[in-house]
C-alpha cells in the first residue's frame, strides 16, 4: 500500500545531531532535543513518510518494503559471517562481535542521517539498509551468548572465575561504548553529507517492480543454494541464508506493532532481542549435546542461530533507542534487556553445562 504517513522523517527526530532545515541548511541539535524526546521510537525502521511526493510514500507493509528485506537481510548476514570470520584468529586483541557492532551501527548512523533523501528517492531502500542490512549485521543474542560464555568459561581457558567476571563486563560495557561511538560517527559522517546529496530522480513504476521481483528472487536462490553447494558451505553459510529473512520479517512486524504501544519502552525490539536471545541459547544446548544429532541438522542448527537468530535480534536498532531515549529511561532499557537476555541464558544453558550433559565447547560441527 502507498499513502499511508508514518510519522516524521529521521531528520526531523531526535536520531541525528544533524537536522535539516525546510531549504535543506543543516543546522545543529542539541543534546536535550536528541535525547529527551521519543515519539521516533515508533518509527525507526519505517521508511520516510513527509517531505516527499504524496505517490512516494510508502506504507510499512508495502510489498516494496518487504521485497527489499530479503537481499539486504542476505546481505547482512554474509558479511556479519565473513567478518567474523576475517578478526576470529590466534591471539586477537579485540573480541569478534565488537567490530560486527561496529561497523554495524555505523552504517545505521549513515542511514538514519540520509533517512531524507532516501525518502524523496525511494524510501523503502531507508528501511532495507536499516532494518535489513544493519539489522542483519548486528547481532543482540550473538552478543549475550558471548557474554554467557565468558560467565561459565565455555572456552576452557586457565582463568578464575573473578577473571569471567572481568571478561564478560567487559564485552557487555565494550559492545556498549563502541556501538554508541560508531552510531555517532556515522551520524556526523551523514551531516556531512546531507548537504552535498544529489537530488535523484525517484525510479519509475516498473523499475520498482522489477526491483521487487528481482529481491524475491534473490530468496528463493537461497533453497538451491543450500542443496547444490558443498555440505561445508551449507554449515558456514547457506543453511543461514535460508532463515535470514524470517528472522529479519519478524522483527520488523514486532517493531511496528508493538513499538507503539509503550511511548518510553521499544517493546518490539525488546521482545525480538529477548526471543532471538533464548532461541540462541536453545540452539546452543542442542548442538552442545555429547551425542550430537546429524550433519544435516547439526547445518539447520547452526543456520537457525547464524540465521534467524541473528537477523531477529539487532544491537543496530538497540544503539539508536537507547541514545534516543532519556537518561533514565535508557539506562533502564539496557538493564532490561541485558537482564533478560542473561537470566534466559542462565535458565536455558546453565543447567546444561553443569549438569555435565552438555559440553561447553558445541559438539555439533561439521567434518569436513
Request: hydrophobic residues 45%.
Amino acid at each position: 500500500m502507498e499513502g499511508a504517513d508514518n510519522g516524521p522523517p529521521i531528520q526531523d527526530r531526535p536520531h541525528a545531531q544533524v537536522y535539516l532545515s525546510r531549504d535543506n541548511e543543516p543546522k545543529p541539535v542539541s543534546r536535550r532535543d536528541f535525547s529527551e524526546s521519543t515519539e521516533s521510537l515508533a518509527t525507526i525502521d519505517a521508511p520516510p513518510a513527509e517531505d516527499v511526493p504524496p505517490s512516494k510514500i510508502y506504507h510499512p507493509f508495502s510489498p516494496h518494503v518487504l521485497a527489499l528485506l530479503i537481499p539486504t537481510s542476505i546481505f547482512g548476514v554474509l558479511a556479519r559471517l565473513g567478518l567474523e570470520a576475517l578478526v576470529t584468529y590466534n591471539g586477537q586483541s579485540v573480541f569478534s562481535l565488537a567490530y560486527i557492532q561496529a561497523t554495524g551501527c555505523f552504517v545505521m548512523g549513515v542511514g538514519l542521517g540520509l533517512k531524507a533523501p532516501f525518502g524523496r528517492f525511494y524510501g523503502p531502500l531507508y528501511t532495507a539498509l536499516t532494518t535489513g542490512f544493519c539489522g542483519s549485521l548486528t547481532t543482540f543474542s550473538g552478543w549475550q551468548v558471548d557474554i554467557f560464555d565468558s560467565w561459565v568459561n565455555a572456552g576452557e581457558y586457565h582463568k578464575g572465575g573473578f577473571l569471567n567476571f572481568i571478561d564478560g563486563l567487559t564485552k557487555t560495557w565494550v559492545t556498549l561504548a563502541v556501538s554508541l561511538a560508531s552510531l555517532s560517527f556515522g551520524l556526523h559522517v551523514s551531516g556531512s553529507i546531507v548537504p552535498y546529496f544529489p537530488a535523484l530522480r525517484p525510479p519509475s513504476r516498473n523499475f520498482r517492480y522489477i526491483l521487487s521481483m528481482t529481491s524475491v528472487l534473490a530468496y528463493a536462490a537461497t533453497i538451491p543454494a543450500y542443496f547444490l553447494l558443498p555440505a561445508n558451505v551449507r554449515h558456514q553459510a547457506t543453511a543461514a541464508l535460508l532463515f535470514s529473512y524470517p528472522g529479519t520479517l519478524t522483527r520488523y512486524i514486532l517493531s511496528i506493532y508493538l513499538n507503539p504501544r509503550w511511548k518510553h519502552f521499544p517493546l518490539g525490539t525488546f521482545t525480538a532481542n529477548t526471543i532471538g536471545t533464548a532461541l540462541l541459547g536453545l540452539f546452543h544446548v542442542l548442538q552442545g549435546l555429547s551425542s550430537p544429532v546429524s550433519p544435516n541438522a547439526c547445518s539447520l542448527l547452526q543456520g537457525l542461530g547464524d540465521g534467524y537468530c541473528g537477523c531477529l535480534s539487532t544491537v543496530s536498532t538497540f544503539a539508536v533507542e537507547v541514545a534516543t531515549l532519556g537518561r533514565w529511561k535508557s539506562w533502564h532499557y539496557v538493564l532490561a534487556s541485558w537482564v533478560a537476555g542473561q537470566l534466559l541464558l542462565l535458565v536455558i544453558m546453565g543447567p546444561s553445562f553443569w549438569a555435565g550433559g552438555v559440553s561447553k565447547q558445541a559438539a555439533c560441527t561439521f567434518q569436513i
